[in-house]
């Protein structure tokens, strides 16, 4: 039992390290989220000036809906490039326990989100002068709401782009089908941020509902992971 545990995140380690090493050559995927995030929260801050007095009260928002789209993109290249270059069908000719493989991209696309995200709010916080009046604690309580709301959309969307990449459509295919499913995290983090922003003191049980989604849909998708990417 230790050593399947063993070799499994063996195969983990080893197809997490291959996706940042061709991401690192290319640094393409990087770049592009990088920059569309920020071009959303640019674009927003500036609509906003325009017609809205109080930016802090839909900054949270436009804080997610940079994180989503952004995210998009980078979902988007979990399976498409391998498919195109042959270099999926090869791995799955070999002996690697499909886990491995959904749980290696999972990893992936949380590293490349990720970065992009600490990039994105320090910027994001000056543009929309938000205040964490709460100093470091407030701090990392956004970086935790962060994390969680990110393991919810790369969970889903890692699952569907597997399904995406066999269809020539991808780009458009799958921002449909991720979209509806992530509704529920989505409206708990911007909530969250909502209420860290504004220091309310009661905890309405949004946190909840992101545990609980990110957990499901893992599992789901672990499950399900294997027989979707053979089809």
């Given at each position: 039992?230790?050593?399947?545990i063993?070799?499994?995140?063996?195969?983990?380690?080893?197809?997490?390290?291959?996706?940042?090493?061709?991401?690192?050559?290319?640094?393409?995927?990087?770049?592009?989220?990088?920059?569309?995030?920020?071009?959303?929260?640019?674009?927003?801050?500036?609509?906003?000036?325009?017609?809205?007095?109080?930016?802090?009260?839909?900054?949270?928002?436009?804080?997610?809906?940079?994180?989503?789209?952004?995210?998009?993109?980078?979902l988007?290249?979990?399976?498409?490039?391998?498919?195109?270059?042959?270099?999926?069908?090869?791995?799955?000719?070999?002996?690697?326990?499909?886990?491995?493989?959904?749980?290696?991209?999972?990893?992936?696309?949380?590293?490349?989100?990720?970065?992009?995200?600490?990039?994105?709010?320090?910027?994001?916080?000056?543009?929309?002068?938000?205040?964490?009046?709460?100093?470091?604690?407030?701090?990392?309580?956004?970086?935790?709401?962060?994390?969680?709301?990110?393991?919810?959309?790369?969970?889903?969307?890692?699952?569907?782009?597997?399904?995406?990449?066999?269809?020539?459509?991808?780009?458009?295919?799958?921002?449909?089908?991720?979209?509806?499913?992530?509704?529920?995290?989505?409206?708990?983090?911007?909530?969250?941020?909502?209420?860290?922003?504004?220091?309310?003191?009661h905890e309405?049980?949004?946190?909840?509902?992101?545990?609980?989604?990110?957990?499901?849909?893992?599992?789901?998708?672990?499950?399900?992971f294997?027989?979707?990417?053979?089809?």
């Open positions: 039992m230790l050593a399947e063993k070799e499994f995140w063996i195969q983990v380690g080893a197809l997490l390290w291959k996706d940042i090493r061709c991401e690192l050559r290319s640094t393409q995927t990087w770049l592009s989220m990088g920059l569309f995030a920020l071009l959303v929260l640019v674009i927003f801050n500036f609509a906003f000036d325009l017609r809205v007095d109080n930016k802090a009260a839909v900054a949270p928002g436009a804080l997610w809906v940079s994180f989503i789209f952004a995210s998009m993109l980078g988007e290249r979990t399976l498409g490039s391998e498919r195109e270059h042959g270099s999926l069908d090869r791995l799955l000719l070999c002996p690697v326990n499909r886990r491995a493989i959904y749980l290696a991209k999972l990893l992936g696309n949380l590293l490349f989100i990720g970065v992009v995200e600490l990039v994105a709010l320090p910027i994001y916080i000056v543009l929309f002068n938000v205040h964490l009046l709460g100093g470091e604690w407030a701090l990392f309580q956004l970086l935790w709401i962060v994390f969680l709301g990110t393991v919810g959309i790369a969970s889903v969307g890692t699952l569907f782009a597997a399904i995406a990449s066999a269809t020539r459509a991808r780009a458009v295919l799958l921002p449909i089908l991720v979209f509806p499913l992530i509704v529920p995290v989505v409206i708990g983090a911007i909530r969250l941020t909502e209420n860290l922003i504004a220091l309310q003191t309405p049980p949004w946190l909840g509902l992101i545990i609980v989604f990110d957990v499901i849909f893992l599992g789901v998708s672990m499950l399900t294997q027989f979707v990417v053979e089809e």
